[in-house]
Each structure stands twice: as C-alpha cells, then as structure tokens.
C-alpha cells in the first residue's frame, strides 16, 4: 500500500516552461488537495478535487492548472513557471471529513 | 475566513520533560482537527484527528485535546524526547467557499528537544 506518491520528488524549472507535478492515491479517497509550503506562509491550498472529473479553487490558484480525470490521479500544471513558484508542493487526499494522509512532496525551483 | 493560529513558533526543552503546543482556529464550525508531525526536508505525518464531536484523542505519549467553543486545541507530549524534534502542524477541516472541505493549516512549531 503505497499511500500518497508524487512525482518528480525534485526539479528545476527556468522561468517561463511549463511542467506537470504528478499525485496518486491507492486509497481509493473522493478528495484530493494541493498544497504549497513557503518559509514563514505555512501551508496553502492550491487547488482541491472532491470526485473524479471535478476540481475547485483554493486560496492561491493564479498561475496553476488542475485535471482529475482518474479518481485516483490528480495533476498539477503550471503554463509559465515564475521565480515566486518556487516552493514545496505536496499533495493530499482523503475520505470525506476524515484524516488527510500526504506525500512526500515536490521541490521546486524556477530559476 | 478561517486562520489557524500556533503558539510558540519555536520551543527548546531538556529531555524528559511534557510539554504542551497550543492551537487555535477563529471559525469554530470546524469538521475535525488533525495534528502532523514534518521533520526537515520531509512530508507530513499524521499524528492524531479529532472529530468534533470529540474532546481528545491519545496515542502513546501524545494526548490532543478539543475545544471547539473557544477555538483551541493542545498537544500535550509527556517524557519527551529527542525523536521528538520536528515541526508540529494543526490543520481543521473547514468548509470552503465552493461546498467543499479543505484543512487550514497554522505555520507550526518547531520543537527542539535537547539530550
């Protein structure tokens, strides 16, 4: 039981590429998040899905793209990577109103 | 709008001492609470959940406590020890605007416990 996995573990962008940040749960869990975790912010939501096929804005969306086609895959896009992107991002799921279980999240830098 | 909030950002103990992380949350409608545990460079590892309708939860030398009317929830860590350095996150499971639920997290504290 692999939990929570995101993939690539680490990357380096240069301003302006694009890229996709990869979540899968083997939890068969209806919500997944999107986090990113910048020194003195805390944690904030990027993006969350509560079901296959659906997706909604959290509290810092601008810049980020979202799909849920597979209930157990939720994807992260970013079109136009920007130095203020560099962050740790990690991603969640969970049953609805239950524990949270994340991965080990990504590290990225926008050079 | 929800905003979680930690108190003391940063705490240094000798071991063996217990210890308590305060947390607190502006919009008591809140779901559940959970308590994570991250070490540096590392993901978060769940700790602990209460629901609301529960007051406190324990596992091992961990004991969460719930206080939904005043906002407050506490970690109490008895004999702690240096395995226990690591940043301690609260998050509460809070409605967002668009009918669904999301956790709200506060910036953590940073435990230091020294041998």
């Known amino acids: 039981n692999a939990g929570v996995t995101q993939t690539p573990k680490f990357r380096v962008l240069k301003t302006g590429q694009s890229m996709t940040l990869l979540c899968a749960q083997d939890?068969?869990?209806?919500?997944m998040y999107w986090y990113r975790q910048d020194p003195g912010m805390g944690l904030r939501l990027i993006h969350y899905?509560?079901?296959?096929?659906?997706?909604a804005k959290g509290e810092v969306p601008d810049g980020y793209n979202v799909s849920r086609l597979k209930k157990q895959n939720f994807l992260l896009g970013l079109e136009s990577a920007a130095p203020s992107q560099t962050s740790v991002y990690f991603c969640?799921?969970?049953?609805?109103?239950?524990?949270?279980?994340f991965g080990q999240g990504t590290r990225l830098t926008v050079v | 709008k929800q905003e979680v909030t930690q108190i003391p950002a940063a705490l240094s103990v000798p071991e063996g001492e217990n210890l308590v992380l305060n947390c607190s949350f502006t919009?008591?409608?809140?779901?559940?609470l959970q308590w994570f545990r991250q070490d540096p460079g590392k993901g978060l590892t769940s700790l602990l959940l209460?629901?609301?309708?529960?007051r406190e939860q324990t596992s091992g030398r961990l004991n969460a406590s719930l206080d939904k009317s005043s906002g407050r929830s506490t970690l109490y860590i008895a004999a702690s020890q240096p395995g226990d350095s690591a940043t301690y996150l609260c998050?509460?499971?809070?409605?967002?605007?668009?009918?669904?639920?999301?956790?709200?997290f506060g910036k953590g504290t940073t435990l230091s416990v020294s041998s």
């Open positions: 969640a799921s969970s049953f609805f109103r239950t524990e949270a279980f």
């Open positions: 939890m068969n869990h209806e919500y």
């Open positions: 899905s509560v079901g296959e096929g659906t997706t």
């Open positions: 919009d008591s409608a809140i779901y559940n």
């Open positions: 209460i629901q609301s309708s529960q």
């Open positions: 998050a509460a499971l809070t409605s967002t605007n668009q009918a669904g639920t999301a956790l709200i």
